[in-house]
């Protein structure tokens, strides 16, 4: 079954740091290029990061310089660190692939950054 699995979501102050992992499986298991949405509560979902062909990763700018988005092959999973964290970061957080595809939005992981 085709799928993509959050983790690492979770509660933490202002200016701490967050790791989030996205692991495909499936036919969606050696898919190189995947990304980064949020959705915060009353807004859209938007992106925030990805990997959007080889070599080259793209960022909003809200994020630029303080979240980084990386891979790691052997384990076959997509990571997004977040450092600086801001309480408007705030938000579910889903990976998915790049471009997205419906079918694959799951559950998503909660981030929460307090003040």
């Known amino acids: 079954q085709a799928r993509l699995v959050e983790s690492g979501g979770g509660t933490v102050q202002a200016g701490g740091s967050l790791r989030l992992a996205c692991t495909p499986s499936?036919?969606?298991?050696?898919?190189?290029?995947l990304g980064w949405w949020r959705q915060a509560p009353g807004k859209q979902r938007e992106l925030v990061a990805a990997?959007?062909?080889?070599?080259?990763?793209t960022y909003a700018d809200p994020v630029k310089g303080r979240f980084t988005i990386s891979r790691d092959n052997a384990k076959n999973t997509m990571y997004l660190q977040m450092n600086m964290l801001k309480p408007e970061d705030t938000a579910v957080y889903y990976c998915?692939?790049?471009?997205?595809?419906?079918?694959?939005w799951g559950q998503g992981t909660q981030v929460t950054v307090s003040s």
């Open positions: 499936g036919s969606l298991s050696k898919i190189n290029y």
């Open positions: 990997r959007v062909r080889a070599g080259t990763d």
């Open positions: 998915n692939t790049y471009p997205p595809q419906h079918p694959y």
